[in-house]
């Protein structure tokens, strides 16, 4: 039973996952975001690789090995990382409250838990490990005699590791702001569905006695003789599920093979016209359940399925024989994001324990609530009034998937966030490098478009690379996530588009302000040491 949450979806009696693959797609995310700030520290240490060199040939002169100086900077990322453990402590006691209202749950700290405290420990280990490797691998390989004799120069090809990390980087966050666009379409896409009924104004009550049942009829005429109610009925299921379903359903020309599996709604006779369901054909049923007893109004996914060309008029046999009277277009009782469950209505003499009204609309909610309770209560006494609106309730089944979205989003924000603060110290450490170049391009007429060109293009042609790379592994991960939607959106171009220039942007604004401070700077101080 503990497992039924997250695995909760079978295909042919085998266990197929559920929502256990949000939570490793999740997980798998908050690596790659905590990656990214590895890849900063590891591009802001080497980076800096010139400053720490000569550090690195004094100790090496005064016979520190490397190994002693592989563990120096590695009890510096080690440093950093349980520094940065303490301070994500914080931040998670903080955020917790907002987290748990956008994940609809109840998280704690575990303070008492000892695996707890060993997995956040044995994690900042590996994050402090994996952040230090290169950096440490890098600085200890520098040799003393060149950095001493001050000959030592990082050049190009020191850059290009870096410039890879910053390619990873921007190819994580270009995938996740593809992905969170693409599942808001999704989102959006189902949503605007249609659904084969009128929701607005529909309440559903669920009776727990045969109260309401006994006295149905009466129930229904004081109701509607007040106005505040247009319609009610009487059903076995709710309009946002089907509780009922039957395999012994047989029909003229049906592959004895062929499993038929229908979901089965037993109603009242005014259902069809309270709920307002839409006739592709035929009738509905007549106000006599002894005229229609033996009468079925299915949907058009149960045309589709048995494959009759001109169902109305047609035999089905369950238990008994049954004549065809309407086809009605496809409602959508169960979740969204599926195909409709071919279903058959049938005249109930005991329908069940839900009670679908419609509302007047030209009178008040709250009234008409206050009014209907009273009523109900009159009728049943000992039965609580609980009721449901139909839109609320069909609104419920996207809460998951929003939530997914608004997950992805939060995970976008701060991928691009890490990028930018990793990119803004590049740009800090790049403008300084190339001071005096720049003081020497003034000198000799450049303009400051002309350097923050210069300067500006290196960044964004990482950036391009980065969605070259991203976008085709983007649209093959987020197809393959669609393929589970029956109602699935395409994946247009405007996407890739949007995504690479709006990073782009973020990029040029982000990396800017240190370009133009340098730019504009005067270049007699940056000269008047040559």
Same mark, same amino acid.
């Given at each position: 039973?503990?497992?039924?949450?997250?695995?909760?979806?079978?295909?042919?009696? /085998?266990?197929?996952?559920?929502?256990?693959?949000?939570?490793?797609?999740?997980? /798998?995310?908050?690596?790659?975001?905590?990656?990214?700030?590895?890849?900063?520290?590891?591009?802001?240490?080497?980076?800096?690789?010139?400053?720490?060199?000569?550090?690195?040939?004094?100790?090496?002169?005064?016979?520190?090995?490397?190994?002693?100086?592989?563990?120096?900077?590695?009890?510096?990322?080690?440093?950093?990382?349980?520094?940065?453990?303490?301070?994500?402590?914080?931040? *998670?006691?903080?955020?917790?409250?907002?987290?748990?209202?956008?994940?609809?749950?109840?998280?704690?700290? !575990?303070?008492?838990?000892?695996?707890?405290?060993?997995?956040?420990?044995?994690?900042?280990?590996?994050?402090?490990?994996?952040?230090?490797?290169? !950096?440490?691998?890098?600085?200890?390989?520098?040799?003393?005699?060149?950095?001493?004799?001050?000959?030592?120069?990082?050049?190009?090809?020191?850059?290009?590791? $870096?410039?890879?990390?910053?390619?990873?980087?921007?190819?994580?966050?270009?995938?996740?702001?593809?992905?969170? /666009? *693409?599942?808001?379409?999704?989102?959006?896409?189902? $949503?605007? $569905?249609?659904?084969?009924?009128?929701?607005?104004?529909?309440?559903? *009550?669920?009776?727990?006695?045969?109260?309401?049942?006994?006295?149905?009829?009466?129930?229904?005429?004081?109701?509607?003789?007040?106005?505040?109610?247009?319609?009610?009925?009487?059903?076995?299921?709710?309009?946002?599920?089907?509780?009922?379903?039957?395999?012994?359903?047989?029909?003229?020309?049906?592959?004895?093979?062929?499993?038929?599996?229908?979901?089965?709604?037993?109603?009242?006779?005014?259902?069809?016209?309270?709920?307002?369901?839409?006739?592709?054909?035929?009738?509905?049923?007549?106000?006599?359940?002894?005229?229609?007893?033996?009468?079925? /109004?299915?949907?058009?996914?149960?045309?589709?399925?048995?494959?009759?060309?001109?169902?109305?008029?047609?035999?089905?046999?369950?238990?008994?024989?049954?004549?065809?009277?309407?086809?009605?277009?496809?409602?959508?009782?169960?979740?969204?994001?599926?195909?409709?469950?071919?279903?058959?209505?049938?005249?109930?003499?005991?329908?069940?324990?839900?009670? +679908?009204? $419609?509302?007047?609309?030209?009178?008040?909610?709250?009234?008409?609530?206050?009014?209907?309770?009273?009523?109900?209560?009159?009728?049943?006494?000992?039965?609580?009034?609980?009721?449901?609106?139909?839109?609320?309730?069909?609104?419920?089944?996207?809460?998951?998937?929003?939530?997914?979205?608004?997950?992805?989003?939060?995970?976008?924000?701060?991928?691009?966030?890490?990028?930018?603060?990793?990119?803004?110290?590049?740009?800090?450490?790049?403008?300084?490098?190339?001071?005096?170049?720049?003081? *020497?391009?003034?000198?000799?007429?450049?303009?400051?478009?002309?350097?923050?060109?210069?300067?500006?293009?290196?960044?964004?042609?990482?950036?391009?690379?980065?969605?070259?790379?991203?976008?085709?592994?983007?649209?093959?991960?987020?197809?393959?996530?669609?393929?589970?939607?029956?109602?699935?959106?395409?994946?247009?171009?405007?996407?890739?588009?949007?995504?690479? +220039?709006?990073?782009?942007?973020?990029?040029?604004?982000?990396?800017?302000?240190?370009?133009?401070?340098?730019?504009?700077?005067?270049?007699?101080?940056?000269?008047?040491?040559?």
């Amino acid at each position: 039973m503990e497992k039924w949450h997250l695995y909760s979806e079978f295909k042919e009696g /085998i266990n197929t996952g559920g929502r256990v693959e949000y939570v490793w797609l999740f997980g /798998i995310i908050g690596v790659f975001v905590l990656f990214l700030a590895c890849i900063n520290f590891m591009n802001l240490s080497t980076a800096r690789s010139e400053k720490r060199a000569r550090e690195v040939g004094v100790l090496k002169s005064i016979g520190c090995d490397r190994k002693t100086l592989i563990f120096q900077f590695f009890g510096e990322s080690m440093l950093l990382a349980f520094l940065a453990l303490v301070f994500a402590l914080f931040l *998670v006691y903080l955020s917790l409250p907002a987290f748990n209202l956008i994940a609809d749950k109840k998280i704690v700290i !575990p303070v008492a838990d000892v695996f707890f405290w060993l997995s956040c420990i044995g994690f900042t280990f590996v994050t402090g490990i994996v952040a230090g490797s290169y !950096p440490a691998l890098y600085l200890s390989s520098f040799k003393p005699v060149k950095v001493l004799k001050g000959t030592f120069r990082t050049g190009k090809a020191a850059a290009i590791p $870096r410039k890879v990390l910053v390619v990873i980087q921007f190819s994580v966050s270009v995938m996740l702001i593809i992905g969170t /666009i *693409v599942v808001f379409r999704q989102i959006q896409l189902t $949503r605007n $569905r249609p659904i084969g009924y009128s929701p607005a104004g529909l309440i559903s *009550v669920t009776s727990y006695t045969n109260d309401i049942h006994n006295h149905f009829d009466a129930l229904r005429n004081e109701l509607m003789g007040s106005g505040f109610v247009v319609d009610m009925a009487e059903s076995n299921s709710p309009l946002t599920g089907i509780n009922s379903n039957s395999s012994g359903l047989t029909w003229k020309g049906k592959d004895p093979s062929m499993p038929a599996d229908f979901g089965t709604v037993g109603v009242s006779q005014s259902f069809g016209n309270t709920v307002g369901w839409q006739f592709k054909d035929g009738r509905d049923f007549s106000g006599e359940l002894a005229t229609d007893s033996s009468v079925l /109004i299915i949907n058009e996914a149960a045309v589709k399925y048995m494959g009759i060309k001109n169902p109305v008029g047609e035999t089905l046999h369950w238990g008994k024989d049954y004549r065809i009277a309407g086809v009605i277009k496809d409602m959508v009782m169960q979740s969204p994001y599926e195909p409709s469950k071919p279903t058959v209505f049938y005249l109930r003499d005991d329908p069940g324990e839900t009670v +679908t009204l $419609r509302i007047n609309p030209s009178k008040g909610i709250k009234e008409s609530l206050r009014f209907i309770e009273g009523i109900y209560k009159k009728y049943s006494p000992e039965s609580p009034f609980e009721y449901t609106f139909a839109d609320a309730e069909y609104g419920r089944k996207f809460e998951g998937e929003e939530r997914i979205g608004r997950l992805a989003g939060a995970f976008a924000v701060l991928a691009i966030f890490i990028s930018c603060l990793g990119l803004l110290g590049m740009a800090a450490f790049t403008a300084e490098q190339r001071t005096k170049e720049i003081g *020497v391009r003034k000198v000799l007429g450049a303009t400051v478009l002309q350097l923050w060109q210069m300067m500006s293009t290196d960044f964004a042609l990482l950036v391009i690379i980065s969605f070259c790379i991203a976008a085709p592994m983007a649209y093959w991960l987020m197809d393959l996530w669609l393929q589970k939607f029956s109602f699935r959106s395409d994946i247009p171009f405007w996407i890739f588009l949007l995504s690479g +220039t709006g990073l782009l942007l973020v990029t040029l604004l982000t990396t800017s302000a240190h370009i133009i401070r340098v730019a504009v700077s005067n270049p007699v101080k940056s000269l008047r040491s040559e």
